[in-house]
């Protein structure tokens, strides 16, 4: 009989934060810290976007893009532009997936799943296509929950 493939989660890791506070509109995000896939080598992740509120209702269609910046060399990030994840372009090269946003001002919790990941530190970002600022509260995130396939 054939070896059952299990998946394997891991705890949740905080990518953004604080940064999320009193966001502007049109913003990107980027993660201040990379995560080192190189060292923890996930092959997937989910990633899970908690917004508490925004300034004013925000429009139907408004959406949060996910961004990956990757550093493949070990030094630069692949940003679209010289390599500084400060100042990202982001394109759709690092876009990785679109968190839906509903038309209400409150609670909202969005997921984007079964993301690969490669085996190299990198950076999250968020591109904010909405219509309004976010709150300026310290409870808005964006958490990834990287796993493996495993064999017992």
């Known amino acids: 009989m054939g070896t059952k493939t299990l998946w394997t989660p891991e705890s949740g890791v905080s990518l953004i934060t604080t940064e999320l506070n009193n966001?502007?509109?049109?913003?990107?995000?980027?993660?201040g810290a990379d995560y080192?896939?190189?060292?923890?080598?996930?092959?997937?992740a989910a990633f899970f976007l908690h917004l508490t509120?925004?300034?004013?209702v925000p429009h139907a269609g408004?959406?949060?893009?996910?961004h990956l910046f990757y550093k493949l060399d070990g030094t630069l990030y692949a940003d679209g532009e010289e390599g500084d994840a400060a100042t990202p372009v982001p394109t759709s090269n690092s876009l990785h997936g679109l968190f839906q946003i509903a038309a209400t001002n409150s609670l909202q919790n969005q997921q984007v799943l079964g993301v690969p990941l490669l085996p190299f530190a990198f950076r999250a970002a968020l591109r904010l296509n909405?219509?309004?600022?976010l709150t300026a509260v310290d409870t808005h995130y964006l958490k990834m929950y990287p796993y493996n396939e495993d064999q017992p």
Request: glycine share 0%; hydrophobic share 55%; net charge negative.
């Open 62 to 66: 408004d959406t949060v893009e996910l």
């Open 130 to 133: 909405i219509s309004h600022d």
């Open 23 to 31: 966001a502007a509109a049109a913003a990107i995000i980027v993660d």
């Open 53 to 56: 509120a925004f300034d004013d």
């Open 36 to 44: 080192d896939n190189a060292t923890n080598l996930f092959r997937w």
